[in-house]
C-alpha cells in the first residue's frame, strides 16, 4: 500500500539513477494501467503513475511499475513491449513481462466491480469477467477451460 508521495519520491529517486532525472511524474485515475509512458515527438516526456492502483500494491510493485515505465522510456517509443524493450527492463532490474504481477484476490475485487459482464459456467460455476459482449460471446463459441462447459452471460452493472 503506497501514497503518492512516496509514490514520487521513489520515481524521482529512479529517475535520476537511470538518467531521466528531466521527466516529469504525474498521477492519473486510470484503472487499466499502472503506469504509462508518455512520448513527445518521439521523445520520453512523462510517467504516469496510476492513484488508483498505488493505494492497493505494495512497494515492491510500485517500483517495479516504475522501472517497467522507465524501460519504455529508454527503449523508445517503437520497442513497444517487444524484444528490445525486454532487454533494456531485463537490464534495469524490471520484471521484463507486459503485465504486473498484481495479487489474485486484488485483480478479482477489480474485476467484479468494473468488468461490464461476467460469464458464469453452467457445469462447474467458474466465473469470468469482460468489458465487451462480442459476437463470440453471443454465439457461445468459448468453452470453460475447466471443464469445457457452455457460459451463461450476464450484465454486471
Request: net charge positive.
Given at each position: 500500500?503506497?501514497?503518492?508521495?512516496?509514490?514520487?519520491?521513489?520515481?524521482?529517486?529512479?529517475?535520476?539513477?537511470?538518467n531521466?532525472?528531466?521527466?516529469?511524474?504525474?498521477?492519473?485515475k486510470?484503472?487499466?494501467?499502472?503506469?504509462?509512458?508518455?512520448?513527445?515527438?518521439?521523445?520520453?516526456?512523462?510517467?504516469?503513475?496510476?492513484?488508483?492502483?498505488?493505494?492497493?500494491?505494495?512497494?515492491?510493485?510500485?517500483k517495479?511499475t516504475?522501472?517497467?515505465?522507465?524501460?519504455?522510456?529508454?527503449a523508445?517509443?517503437?520497442?513497444?513491449?517487444?524484444?528490445?524493450?525486454?532487454?533494456?527492463?531485463?537490464?534495469i532490474?524490471?520484471?521484463?513481462?507486459?503485465?504486473?504481477?498484481?495479487?489474485?484476490?486484488?485483480?478479482?475485487?477489480?474485476?467484479?466491480?468494473?468488468?461490464?459482464?461476467?460469464?458464469?459456467?453452467?457445469?462447474?460455476?467458474?466465473?469470468?469477467?469482460f468489458?465487451?459482449?462480442?459476437?463470440?460471446?453471443?454465439?457461445?463459441?468459448?468453452?470453460?477451460?475447466?471443464?469445457?462447459?457452455?457460459?451463461?452471460?450476464?450484465?454486471?452493472?
Amino acid at each position: 500500500m503506497t501514497n503518492q508521495a512516496d509514490a514520487l519520491q521513489m520515481a524521482r529517486e529512479l529517475l535520476g539513477q537511470h538518467n531521466l532525472s528531466d521527466l516529469e511524474v504525474t498521477f492519473s485515475k486510470t484503472k487499466r494501467a499502472l503506469g504509462r509512458c508518455f512520448f513527445r515527438a518521439g521523445e520520453p516526456e512523462r510517467i504516469d503513475l496510476s492513484s488508483y492502483w498505488l493505494q492497493y500494491l505494495p512497494k515492491e510493485e510500485v517500483k517495479d511499475t516504475i522501472l517497467h515505465e522507465i524501460a519504455h522510456a529508454k527503449a523508445g517509443i517503437r520497442a513497444g513491449h517487444g524484444p528490445k524493450w525486454k532487454r533494456v527492463a531485463s537490464s534495469i532490474g524490471a520484471n521484463p513481462s507486459r503485465v504486473a504481477d498484481v495479487p489474485e484476490d486484488l485483480q478479482e475485487k477489480f474485476n467484479k466491480k468494473n468488468a461490464n459482464y461476467l460469464a458464469v459456467c453452467d457445469s462447474c460455476n467458474s466465473t469470468h469477467y469482460f468489458n465487451r459482449f462480442t459476437k463470440n460471446w453471443q454465439e457461445k463459441r468459448y468453452r470453460c477451460g475447466k471443464c469445457s462447459g457452455e457460459f451463461t452471460v450476464y450484465k454486471n452493472k
